[in-house]
T-cell receptor, first 112, second 117 residues
Framework: GDSVTQMEGPVTLSEEAFLTINCTYT??????LFWYVQYPGEGLQLLLK?????DKGSNKGFEATYRKETTSFHLEKGSVQVSDSAVYFC???????????FGKGTRLHILP | DAGVIQSPRHEVTEMGQEVTLRCKPI?????LFWYRQTMMRGLELLIY????????DSGMPEDRFSAKMPNASFSTLKIQPSEPRDSAVYFC???????????????FGPGTRLTVL
């Protein structure tokens, strides 16, 4: 069935470091792909998305490219800030029904 | 818009008691989702509604759980009787439907942290 696998955390980085959080997926057809972010004490919110192969989603300095050949959607940011500390979820919509399938989340800690 | 509203934000109860969680979706959204989040199992979809009608409740863990949506602006998730293993954060999310399908973006509420002693 459809699934999302993302790197386990926690990931700890110093401020201004380069960030990569890996995400791979299994799905038939042409899913849409997302990254959601959950700040402490809050619900999830959409960070970025891509709806077809080779699309790049971007927001708040974060980027991810839909790679169909490697079934990946890795999240990157060139220079992280303390305020980026949160849990990041990779997700997919198989576009067959109304559900979104979430990965288990990766906790990110940024040290000042 | 105030966003998705959930109440209460925190609930502490004793095993065997009935618990009711409440959700008000964003006005105009016609999809509503209930999720449960735990450290062990991550984020799980429990049930979702379209135009107040339950579409898929396959994620509801057992008969102790029930959900209703009596109108477009209100939904409840009830656990009766509650058990310690039900302790989790419960999220409600809503989205706008487009050509009969839910759009990609779900808007989450702040969650209800439930503790069953």
């Amino acid at each position: 069935g459809d699934s999302v696998t993302q790197m386990e955390g926690p990931v700890t980085l110093s401020e201004e470091a380069f960030l990569t959080i890996n995400c791979t997926y299994t799905a038939t057809g042409y899913p849409s792909l997302f990254w959601y972010v959950q700040y402490p004490g809050e619900g999830l919110q959409l960070l970025l998305k891509a709806t077809k192969a080779d699309d790049k989603g971007s927001n708040k300095g974060f980027e991810a490219t839909y790679r169909k050949e490697t079934t990946s959607f890795h999240l990157e940011k060139g220079s992280v800030q303390v305020s980026d500390s949160a849990v990041y979820f990779c997700a997919l919509n198989p576009n067959r029904d109304d559900k979104i399938i979430f990965g288990k989340g990766t906790r990110l800690h940024i040290l000042p | 818009d105030a966003g998705v509203i959930q109440s209460p934000r925190h609930e502490v109860t004793e095993m065997g008691q009935e618990v009711t969680l409440r959700c008000k979706p964003i006005s105009g959204h016609d999809y509503l989702f209930w999720y449960r989040q735990t450290m062990m199992r991550g984020l799980e979809l429990l049930i979702y509604f379209n135009n107040n009608v339950p579409i898929d409740d396959s994620g509801m863990p057992e008969d102790r759980f029930s959900a209703k949506m009596p109108n477009a602006s209100f939904s409840t998730l009830k656990i009766q009787p509650s058990e310690p293993r039900d302790s989790a954060v419960y999220f409600c999310a809503s989205s706008f439907g487009w050509t009969g399908k839910s759009t990609d973006t779900q808007y989450f509420g702040p969650g209800t942290r439930l503790t069953v002693l």
